[in-house]
């Protein structure tokens, strides 16, 4: 593995821009020679899965169009040594994608090695680079599959290492700082971008180009960096009713679709996405989870008929939904991603309706 500092990162041609977006086998490359850890620095390791934070493009004023998941781990840990002084390093490559294409398979193979290494007396917290686009659909997967009270930290970036003012090196370098702290034991999965961090469980991406693109606006953030030392607001806690789920022996999840509500809406892509094998639906409803009279008798009959698990979620960025006790599931505050995800998990371990009812109910009560 040639070793690569800033600048040739910087300089390096679009050409090693690799292509296909393929599941590479994990490999373990240790960083630091284990000979030579520094025995007052904490160990951390760094799962990488591709996305602009490891994206290259042709110009350095290239911003959108470029090949994500370009760079390895190799090369995102050498462009910032600063982190070996804040921590023995590790990095494990699980995939190469932009985040688009992270699998059911990739998220399971991912949470198995997290939760393996935070079972270590010898790993101290857990970095995993991720895409942007759907980096809060990961860490919330790995919010509710992990179990440990020390650090995950979920780290993108906006712009391609080859350009001017990319915020990869220092958002890799919060998110291990962060990852090493003491203080950030006991906050659950968290996301840093931006000098920000935020809570997994809540953060959504709100904007497809900007900087400050991860926010929860209702409940806010859990801190901020200054001079890349993490300050919390609060003391740790944990959002009210977040359920945890063993996915220990999980090899696959079932399916669940998103639909999403309008004026005249077609009832009958509920019905195509049972028929393709959906065993269940998140609907974004409009307001308060609302979905059309001709749409919900198609729904009714879905869960009547066909034991579809339908949860009414909302396509507003925020606000929550009730429980309907005649047909569904209420998603609380979940946003339909993250609802998607709680149903996967709650149908992956064999929940039945007043188990799934649970589940939502208490994530927001
Ligand atoms: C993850 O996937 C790799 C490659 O397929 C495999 O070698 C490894 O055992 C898997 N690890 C876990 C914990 O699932
Ligand atoms: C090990 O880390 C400590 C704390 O950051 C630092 O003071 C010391 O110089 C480091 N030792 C070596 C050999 O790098
Ligand atoms: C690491 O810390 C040492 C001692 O404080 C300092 O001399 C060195 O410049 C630091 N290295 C980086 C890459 O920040
Ligand atoms: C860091 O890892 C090394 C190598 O496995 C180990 O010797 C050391 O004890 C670990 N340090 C901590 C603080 O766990
Ligand atoms: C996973 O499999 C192991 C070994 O068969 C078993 O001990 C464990 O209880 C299983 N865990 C779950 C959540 O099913
Ligand atoms: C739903 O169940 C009904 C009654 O068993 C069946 O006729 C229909 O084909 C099923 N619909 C889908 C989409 O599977
Ligand atoms: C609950 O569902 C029933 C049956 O689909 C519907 O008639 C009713 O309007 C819904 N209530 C609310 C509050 O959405």
């Given amino acids: 593995m040639v070793a690569l500092n800033i600048l040739t990162l910087l300089a390096l041609p679009a050409t090693l821009a690799s292509a ?3 599941i590479r086998p994990a490999t373990s490359l240790l960083v630091r020679d284990p000979t030579s850890y520094n025995a007052s620095l904490p160990n951390v ?5 591709g996305g602009t934070i490891a994206g290259s493009a042709s ?3 290239q911003t959108t169009g470029y090949q994500a998941g370009a760079l390895g781990v190799q090369v995102l840990i050498d462009a910032v040594p600063e982190i070996l002084n804040v921590s023995n390093v590790k990095g494990v490559q699980i995939a190469n994608v932009d985040s688009g294409n992270i699998t059911p398979a990739i998220l399971l193979n991912l949470t198995h090695q997290i939760q393996e290494e935070l079972a270590s007396p010898y790993c101290q917290g857990v970095v995993v680079t991720h895409g942007t686009d759907t980096l809060e ?11 440990s009270e ?9 712009r391609p290492a080859t350009a001017i003012s990319a915020d990869g090196p220092i958002n890799l370098l919060e998110a291990v700082t962060l ?3 003491p203080g950030a034991r006991g906050r659950g999965t968290m996301v840093v971008l931006n000098d920000r961090i935020a809570s997994a469980y809540f953060t959504t991406k709100t904007n497809a180009n900007s900087l400050d693109t991860f926010k929860a606006y209702e409940q806010g953030f859990l801190g901020f960096f200054i001079n890349i030392e993490p300050i919390f607001y609060s003391t740790p806690s944990t959002p009210l009713g977040k359920p945890y789920f063993d996915v220990a022996n999980t090899t696959v999840l079932p399916q669940v679709d998103v639909l999403y509500g ?3 809406l077609n009832p009958a892509l509920a019905t195509a996405a049972v028929a393709s094998g959906a065993k269940g639906l998140v609907l974004a409803g409009m307001g308060a989870g609302g979905w059309t009279d001709p749409g919900r008798d198609v729904i009714q009959q879905l869960v009547e008929q066909n034991e579809t698990a339908v949860v009414f979620s909302r396509r507003t960025m925020d606000g929550y939904v009730e429980p309907n006790d005649s047909v569904g599931y209420g998603g609380g505050f979940l946003s339909p991603q993250k609802a998607r995800i709680t149903l996967q998990l709650s149908l992956n371990a064999g929940y039945g309706p007043a188990q799934i009812k649970t589940v939502f109910e208490s994530s927001s009560k």
């Fill in 20 to 22: 296909s977006p393929v």
């Fill in 59 to 61: 110009s350095k004023d």
């Fill in 262 to 264: 309008y004026q005249g």
């Fill in 45 to 49: 390791t760094i799962f990488a899965t």
């Fill in 179 to 181: 990852a090493a702290s």
């Fill in 150 to 158: 020390k650090p995950v930290v979920v780290v993108g970036a906006m």
């Fill in 137 to 147: 659909e990961s860490a919330f997967f790995l919010d509710l599959t992990t179990r």
